[in-house]
């Protein structure tokens, strides 16, 4: 499965365009996400837009397929694995035991923590997600999830059209582990930096 997004910050600039689109969007459930991300001590996996997280205990590993356009990435791309077994054939983790301890045998800790209060929303094809971090950071997502790497174009044209027809505006953002990061660890973000990821 592959999962097109764009973020969006809660900010005056959007405020009106976010609050819109939640009013003419059916409301699903709130949830609270207990997001744990692992990496290595050189931050190998971050480096190279590879995100290991536990969420509220279950592993995901999401790996970036976006492309930068003129430095800032617009839409987010990403293949989603939450099978702990494709997990440990994606990162070459052996054993066959508690995947966490795996991890830390392989040199893997917990890196980034934080918790999102996330209110789930449904408007036709579009699932959005409207998220107040506990570090003080707000966004929306607004999200589209595709079958094959070939529908992922046409999804981000769909994102794009929608976001418009709400009057939300384009700016550059970083996400919520980004956000996190650039507030709450110097050695990660100059990792990123060097790397060019933002």
Do not use: C
Not at 82 to 90: G, K, L, V
């Amino acid at each position: 499965m592959y999962e097109v997004e764009k973020k969006f910050v809660y900010n005056k600039e959007n405020k009106e365009g976010v609050d819109h689109l939640i009013a003419d969007s059916t409301f699903l459930k709130e949830v609270v996400n207990d997001d744990v991300y692992y990496d290595t001590e050189n931050y190998d996996l971050l480096v190279k837009e590879t995100y290991l997280r536990t969420r509220n205990g279950s592993f995901e590993l999401k790996i970036s397929q976006s492309k930068k356009t003129k430095s800032i990435r617009e839409i987010e791309q990403h293949i989603e694995i939450e099978n702990d077994s494709e997990i440990r054939d994606y990162l070459n983790i052996k054993g066959d035991g508690d995947l966490k301890n795996d991890l830390e045998k392989a040199g893997y800790s917990l890196r980034f923590s934080y918790k999102v209060i996330r209110k789930k929303y449904k408007n036709g094809d579009f699932a959005i997600d409207f998220d107040k971090a506990d570090y003080g950071f707000t966004s929306v997502e607004i999200e589209l999830l595709v079958e094959t790497e070939k529908e992922m174009n046409m999804a981000i044209k769909k994102i794009r059209n929608f976001a418009k027809s709400y009057g939300l505006i384009k700016s550059p953002m970083r996400g919520k582990l980004f956000e996190y990061i650039y507030r709450n660890n110097k050695k990660a973000w100059e990792k990123v930096v060097n790397a060019n990821i933002v």
